[in-house]
């Protein structure tokens, strides 16, 4: 069984500052891991992925994700938030006998404050 | 390249009605998802297709939910009767493949209210 844990189903952020979401993941085997940002009324963008080739893995929009084992956790940053970021983000996990089916964390709201 | 077109967009409907939803992935794609996506909740998965035969269903409540994707290319998921319950958004997403980690792209989604 995989499931994934999101850490705070709101966090706020000022414009410029560090964003940083949380995500751990529970999987028996090796795991791949996944952000996705929901717009308003919009479907799921895939942000980034991890597939074991790099623990440290940069995505679209400056945001990057480092792979902790000894942590089960994929936390999602971004050096300095923009108003746009403003969305909902979410942390998914599968794994090779999973046939591809993504299990969901519960998402995090990013708020941007001017 | 076009993405996964979902329709309609919004559907009301009230309790003990039926009402269906249309997919049409990428093309190209052999692998279809159809999640469900309850407010202020992360989606989950209902169904998995890889061309026109059934990966997994496990998560399909097969008493109410139905899906086809009969050609190996769209998709339809129907719901019959709804419940109050079903009021949520319905996510279509498609991958290449079936295998992990293939990326899965998403549609924009139906949002279904039941009254």
Not at chain 1, 3 to 17: D, F, K, P, R
Not at chain 2, 3 to 28: D, M
Not at chain 2, 101 to 115: E, I, K, N, S, W
């Amino acid at each position: 069984a995989q499931s994934v844990t999101q850490l705070g189903s709101h966090v706020s952020v000022s414009e410029g500052a560090l964003v940083l979401l949380r995500c751990n993941y529970s999987s028996s085997v090796p795991p791949y891991l996944f952000w996705y940002v929901q717009y308003p009324n919009q479907g799921l963008q895939l942000l980034l992925k991890y597939t074991s080739a790099a623990t440290l893995v940069k995505g679209i929009n400056g945001f990057e994700a480092e792979f902790k084992k000894s942590e089960t956790s994929f936390h999602l940053t971004k050096p300095s938030a923009h108003m746009s970021d403003a969305a909902e983000y979410f942390c998914a996990v599968t794994h090779n006998n999973a046939g591809n089916m993504l299990t969901f964390g519960g998402g995090t709201r990013l708020m941007v404050k001017p | 390249e076009a993405g996964v077109a979902q329709s309609p967009r919004y559907k009301i409907i009230e309790k003990r009605q039926s009402v269906a939803f249309w997919c049409n992935p990428i093309s190209g794609h052999a692998t279809l998802y159809w999640y469900q996506q309850i407010l202020g909740q992360g989606p989950k998965l209902l169904i998995q297709f890889q061309n026109n035969g059934v990966v997994d269903d496990s998560q399909l409540p097969k008493d109410r939910f139905s899906a086809e994707r009969l050609k190996g290319v769209d998709s339809t998921l129907k719901i019959q009767p709804a419940k109050l319950e079903d009021s949520a958004v319905y996510l279509c997403a498609s991958s290449l493949f079936s295998r992990a980690p293939d990326t899965q792209y998403f549609g924009p989604g139906t949002r279904l209210t039941v009254l």
